[in-house]
């Protein structure tokens, strides 16, 4: 069974940046995605950012050159950078992983694994 525990939310003000952890257990796939979702209050939970384990992206528009999605296989340990957030980037922020699996996406269904969440909120 994979673990994964999220850190690093907290409260920052537009424009600002923050920096999420995701530290995971060892994984035995050869083959995965890992990445990050987040859900709003009221909302449905949206995928941000995922990657492959060979290095492929999906970057969500709406996070476009603001979020960019990072990966240390010596700590297993997921990062998400958020730069220059907006308020509506306020959320709970989920780290995900599937199991073996060769293409990714940002459909929350194909994920397995799910961390505990860690609340963002930005200030305007």
């Known amino acids: 069974q994979v673990q994964l525990v999220e850190s690093g939310g907290g409260s920052v003000q537009t424009g600002g940046s923050l920096r999420l952890s995701c530290a995971a257990s060892?994984?035995?796939?050869?083959?995965?995605?890992m990445g990050w979702f987040r859900q709003a209050p009221g909302k449905e939970r949206e995928g941000v950012i995922v990657?492959?384990?060979?290095?492929?992206?999906v970057v969500a528009n709406s996070v476009q050159g603001r979020f960019t999605i990072s990966q240390d296989n010596a700590k297993n340990t997921l990062y998400l950078q958020m730069n220059s957030v907006k308020p509506e980037d306020t959320a709970m922020y989920y780290c995900?992983?599937?199991?073996?699996?060769?293409?990714?996406?940002?459909?929350?269904?194909?994920?397995?694994?799910w961390g505990q969440g860690t609340q963002v909120t930005v200030s305007s």
């Open positions: 995900a992983a599937t199991g073996l699996r060769h293409d990714c996406g940002l459909a929350g269904y194909d994920y397995n694994y």
């Open positions: 060892r994984y035995t796939a050869s083959s995965y995605c």
């Open positions: 990657m492959h384990s060979g290095g492929g992206r």
